[in-house]
């Protein structure tokens, strides 16, 4: 069955980086656009980084953007999300999620599914 | 950015009741819109997309109504498994979310 499992969270002083790991089974990885979302702790759903099925375009968030870079390593079937200069508010569960939707007219509309189980990542001195 | 507003923030329906759950866009959406349903500790899980058409596995009491910028999730006979948060998102100018609805026992 489709599968996606996150790794690599944890706890990082701000102003340091992490690199965050999806592992994806059960489907073609490299047929979709993949993103990453985030969830701070009692809080909403907030996108964070889109990346495309081969990679060539990956659009983010405003909130990350600069600081954030999604990419993907098709050969692993893995999803990756390099964060530099941490802050507090990015503390939040990041999850990882499949594209699914359809293009119409030159453009793409896409929903998530399915999402992985996610990891914590804490950003505190 | 398209802000997403649901209403209400907490909904308390007894088992076997309809519920009844809103959002709205600030801006037109068409019919670009999803619904979600997390229960605590899990990630989210896809319910509704395209507004009306239900996800892979969804039982028939999820319903999804709307298009525009009002839209709504009905659950027809609410089961003990559907009590959880409900988030609704847009997906035609690239993502945002509301910021849940959370489904109470009553």
């Known amino acids: 069955q489709v599968q996606l499992v996150e790794s690599g969270g944890g706890v990082v002083q701000p102003g340091r980086s992490l690199r965050l790991s999806c592992a994806a089974s059960?489907?073609?990885?490299?047929?979709?656009?993949m993103h990453w979302v985030r969830q701070a702790p009692g809080k909403g759903l907030e996108w964070v980084a889109v990346?495309?099925?081969?990679?060539?375009?990956?659009y983010y968030a405003d909130s990350v953007k600069g600081r954030f870079t999604i990419s993907r390593d098709n050969s692993k079937n893995t999803l990756y999300l390099q964060m530099n200069s941490l802050r507090a508010e990015d503390t939040a569960v990041y999850y990882c999620?499949?594209?699914?939707?359809?293009?119409?007219?030159?453009?793409?509309?896409?929903?998530?599914?399915?999402w992985g189980q996610g990891t914590l990542v804490t950003v505190s001195s | 950015e398209i802000v997403m507003t649901q209403s209400p923030a907490t909904l308390s329906v007894s088992p076997g009741e309809r519920a009844t759950l809103s959002c709205r866009a600030s801006?037109?959406?068409?019919?670009?819109l999803a619904w979600y349903q997390q229960k605590p500790g899990q990630a989210p899980r896809l319910l509704i997309y395209g507004a009306s058409t239900r996800a892979t596995g969804i039982p028939a009491r999820f319903s999804g109504s709307g298009s525009g910028t009002e839209f709504t999730l009905t659950i027809s006979s609410l089961q003990s498994e559907d009590f959880a948060v409900y988030y609704c998102q847009q997906y035609n100018n690239w993502y945002t979310f509301g910021q849940g609805t959370k489904l109470e026992i009553k």
């Open positions: 999620a499949r594209d699914d939707g359809y293009c119409s007219g030159g453009s793409c509309y896409s929903w998530f599914d399915p």
């Open positions: 801006q037109s959406v068409s019919s670009n």
């Open positions: 059960g489907f073609t990885f490299s047929s979709y656009g």
């Open positions: 990346i495309w099925y081969d990679g060539s375009n990956k």
